[in-house]
Antibody
Framework: QLLESGGGLVQPGGSLRLSCAASGFTFSNYAMTWLRQAPGKGLEWVSAISAGGGESFYAGSVKGRFTISRDNSKNTLYVQMNSLRPEDTAVYYC???????????????WGQGTLVTVSS | DIVMTQSPGALSVSPGERVTLSCRASRRVSSDLAWYQQRPGRAPRLLIYGASTRATGVPARFSGSGSGTEFTLTISSLQSEDFAVYYCHQYYDWPLTFGQGTKVE
């Protein structure tokens, strides 16, 4: 199970940290991913982190503004979102990946999502 | 970035019909291609990974094929619960990317 939290309304230029509490699997064995979906739009991959946390990857639209991290002792995934823009408004999903390493960054289980709204 | 293009954008079908959805990558992604189903108001669900491997619990009427740049998702006999939006997703190269989706209605 994956349970996101931390969404809400934030002003442009503001910051927000999302969390994703994982249970039911060995969290430290799997890469994890954040994805998002703007209202009425398609899916967008945002960021991913390796199982051990040593490697992270970002979409161009968030690079330099978002930071993904994980705490394997707490089975929790995070994303720190800074300099938020109206176009960051979306439902944010965390997802467990198929495994770890190249060829395994396919999200296979998704949380229910948390809504982030960036507006003044 | 690898651009994923799905076709058609939408299609109207009846229960029991065979449905074929296409996904094309702007450059090769080997077999690192997944398909997702998203029903209204729900989180996406993984159907296919590795281009052709069904995820756990996915009915056998769903099948995937292809490699390189051309991929297909086939639903052999559409059921009422299959009316949804379907997305393809390449996880071969960074940044990972999705197709724009095909709505089956």
């Amino acid at each position: 199970q994956l349970l996101e939290s931390g969404g809400g309304l934030v002003q442009p230029g503001g910051s927000l940290r999302l969390s994703c509490a994982a249970s039911g699997f060995t969290f430290s064995n799997y890469a994890m991913t954040w994805l998002r979906q703007a209202p009425g739009k398609g899916l967008e991959w945002v960021s991913a982190i390796s199982a051990g946390g040593g490697e992270s990857f970002y979409a161009g639209s968030v690079k330099g503004r978002f930071t993904i991290s994980r705490d394997n002792s707490k089975n929790t995934l995070y994303v720190q979102m800074n300099s938020l823009r109206p176009e960051d408004t979306a439902v944010y999903y965390c997802a467990k990946n198929c495994g770890d390493g190249p060829g395994n960054y396919c999200p296979d289980h998704w949380g229910q999502g948390t809504l982030v709204t960036v507006s003044s | 970035d690898i651009v994923m293009t799905q076709s058609p954008g939408a299609l109207s079908v009846s229960p029991g019909e065979r449905v074929t959805l296409s996904c094309r990558a702007s450059r090769r992604v080997s077999s690192d291609l997944a398909w997702y189903q998203q029903r209204p108001g729900r989180a996406p669900r993984l159907l296919i990974y590795g281009a052709s491997t069904r995820a756990t619990g996915v009915p056998a009427r769903f099948s995937g094929s292809g490699s390189g740049t051309e991929f297909t998702l086939t639903i052999s006999s559409l059921q009422s619960e299959d009316f949804a939006v379907y997305y393809c997703h390449q996880y071969y190269d960074w940044p990972l990317t999705f197709g724009q989706g095909t709505k089956v209605e």
